[in-house]
């Protein structure tokens, strides 16, 4: 059974650094892609990151890059989102996901861990 459990949320000023944790168990993880998702009130959830877990490769929203950066630590099993330079805009209740490489769907979701960002 997957599990993944997402930590680090809160409330940060504009301008501000969050990172959020996601720690994934159940399984071993090196066949499947980790993402980060959001999705803020009255809006759809959107991608945010996504990264390889074997060979670390990294993608980005355009929203977010260069503000952005998603890792992994295999000892750990866990993936992180480092968010700095923050707006207001970024608030959002942010989830993490997985799915293996050749799937075309993220099948597993954690709970979500909200960051609001005040102006």
């Known amino acids: 059974q997957v599990q993944l459990v997402e930590s680090g949320g809160g409330l940060v000023q504009a301008g501000g650094s969050l990172r959020l944790s996601c720690a994934a168990s159940g399984r071993t993880f090196s066949n499947y892609i980790m993402g980060w998702f959001r999705q803020a009130p009255g809006s759809e959830r959107e991608f945010v990151a996504s990264?390889?877990?074997?060979?670390?490769?990294?993608y980005y929203a355009d929203s977010v890059k260069g503000r952005f950066t998603i890792s992994r630590d295999n000892a750990k099993n866990t993936v992180y989102l480092q968010m700095n330079s923050l707006k207001p805009e970024d608030t959002a209740v942010y989830y993490c996901?997985?799915?293996?490489?050749?799937?075309?769907?993220?099948?597993?979701w954690g709970q979500g861990t909200q960051v609001t960002v005040s102006s």
């Open positions: 996901a997985a799915r293996e490489y050749v799937a075309t769907r993220y099948d597993y």
């Open positions: 990264i390889t877990w074997s060979i670390g490769r990294t």
